[in-house]
């Protein structure tokens, strides 16, 4: 069955930086596009970014320039780099499968999530 | 960007209620809508892609229904497992967005 599981999270500085990691196993990684979605303690949904099976990427405008998302088909592993971390930035981060392999569909398998606090 | 926007924010049933839950987008986004359920402290779960159509094992009392810029998502005969929070999202274009969620709690 489709596994996917997050680490990486903990408390970070302000402007400090952190990797995220999310280790997949159950179906073939490298057919299929990956995403990050974060959410605030008590807030909604919000996608952070996906990276599809032939490495093109998209962000967020909150993240773009900050976040990088990368993917090691042969470990099956999902990387989220984050630099320049701010306040704003605390959440929850899941990562998530996209049913497509460009990342144009719907999320069909989501992580437990890995939870990231930014404070000082 | 495209702007999803969820309402009511908070819905009070009973067991065996019907309930729905709207989205509209900002802009026409074809069929390419999906809910989720959330459970506190737990991952999001697909429930309904393209706007109607069913995700695997989810019961059947969940139905969508929509297309361009108003969508809904419907439970009949409210059980005790459904008591969640909803998330409405679109994936038409990237950055992709959700709606603000829908809390359905026990009346």
């Known amino acids: 069955q489709v596994q996917l599981v997050e680490s990486g999270g903990g408390v970070v500085q302000p402007g400090r930086s952190l990797r995220l990691s999310c280790a997949a196993s159950g179906f073939t990684f490298s057919g299929s596009a990956m995403h990050w979605v974060r959410q605030a303690p008590g807030k909604g949904l919000e996608w952070v970014a996906v990276i599809s099976y032939e490495n093109n990427q998209y962000y967020a405008d909150s993240v773009k320039g900050r976040f990088t998302i990368s993917r090691d088909n042969s470990k099956k592993t999902l990387f989220l780099q984050m630099n320049n971390l701010r306040a704003e930035d605390t959440a929850v981060y899941y990562c998530?499968?996209?049913?497509?392999?460009?990342?144009?569909?719907?999320?069909?398998?989501w992580g437990q999530g890995t939870l990231v606090i930014v404070s000082s | 960007d495209i702007q999803m926007t969820q309402s009511p924010s908070t819905l009070s049933a009973s067991v065996g209620d019907r309930v729905t839950i709207t989205c509209r987008a900002s802009e026409s986004i074809g069929p390419w809508v999906a809910w989720y359920q959330q459970k506190p402290g737990k991952a999001p779960k697909l429930v309904i892609h393209?706007?109607?159509s069913l995700q695997g094992a989810v019961p059947s009392r969940f139905s969508g229904s929509g297309s361009g810029t108003e969508f809904t998502l419907t439970i009949n005969s409210l059980q005790p497992d459904d008591f969640a929070t909803y998330f409405c999202q679109q994936y038409k274009s990237y950055p992709w967005t959700f709606g603000q969620g829908t809390k359905v709690d026990i009346k």
């Open positions: 998530a499968k996209d049913l497509d392999k460009y990342g144009d569909s719907y999320l069909d398998y």
């Open positions: 393209t706007a109607s």
